[in-house]
């Protein structure tokens, strides 16, 4: 079993829906929540942070982690076409401390989400 | 601010074959990472490197290697290459070891096909 589950879609749906996109992990040591958003042929670039649970808004996006469930969201309001992409969610326990020991990011699979004019 | 810079952006190389893959970190980054991404296991972390040292590696053979010089930049080397090979090779910089989830900037990786 992975430790980042995400189911990889495709997602497809008209432009001004509201998008949810989810992921759930199996190791009760993840601290730190991360939605990443990657366009074809680029890497990967972070979109929203989060710190344990709670809820998190920037703009049109909404993060959301329920440490309880061990399940992330993510939320689009009012989708554009500029948002299709694959979105990636990614989380790791580390701090933001210089410590010895580097840690790594653990990644879902990633959903490809299709916003449709 | 230049981003972070991988070199080649493709590359098409054959089973049993070495290959080395370029990483130059965004400046005054000094944690360079690596990870492959392919369509079937995602993103997976290879290894990283912080002032010259590899501070963690992931679960891969010691096929693959890597190392950072004293500017930051880094490679990685994969050897005898096999089809299983073929992936997006991503490199990331941050200003601290240890903190993927802070200033963690991704380049456009390098694409490996493997024939």
């Known amino acids: 079993q992975k430790e980042v589950e995400q189911d990889p879609g495709p997602l497809s749906v008209p432009e001004g829906a509201i998008v949810s996109l989810n992921c759930t992990y199996s190791n009760s040591a993840f601290q730190y929540f991360m939605w990443y958003r990657q366009y074809s042929r680029k890497g990967p670039e972070l979109l929203m942070y989060t710190y344990s649970s709670g809820n998190k808004e920037d703009g049109r996006f909404t993060a959301q982690v329920d440490k309880s469930s061990k399940y992330i969201s993510l939320f689009i309001r009012d989708s554009q076409p500029s948002d299709s992409a694959t979105y990636l969610c990614?989380?790791?326990?580390?701090?933001?401390?210089?410590?010895?020991?580097?840690?790594?990011?653990?990644f879902g699979q990633g959903t490809r989400l299709t916003i449709n004019p | 601010k230049a981003g972070v810079t991988q070199t080649p952006r493709y590359l098409i190389k054959t089973r049993g074959q070495q290959v080395t893959l370029s990483c130059s970190p965004i400046?005054?980054?000094?944690?360079v990472s690596w990870y492959q991404q392919t369509p079937g296991q995602g993103l997976q972390f290879l290894f990283e490197y912080f002032s010259e040292t590899q501070r963690n590696k992931g679960n891969f053979p010691g096929r693959f290697s890597g190392r950072q010089f004293s500017n930051s930049r880094s490679e990685m080397n994969v050897s005898t290459l096999e089809l299983g090979d073929s992936a997006l090779y991503l490199c990331?910089?941050?200003?601290?070891?240890?903190?993927?989830?802070?200033?963690?900037?991704f380049g456009s990786g390098t694409r490996l096909t493997v024939v």
């Open positions: 400046s005054g980054h000094r944690s």
């Open positions: 990614a989380m790791s326990y580390q701090t933001f401390r210089i410590i010895q020991g580097a840690q790594k990011l653990v």
């Open positions: 990331a910089s941050s200003t601290y070891s240890g903190t993927p989830n802070y200033g963690y900037t």
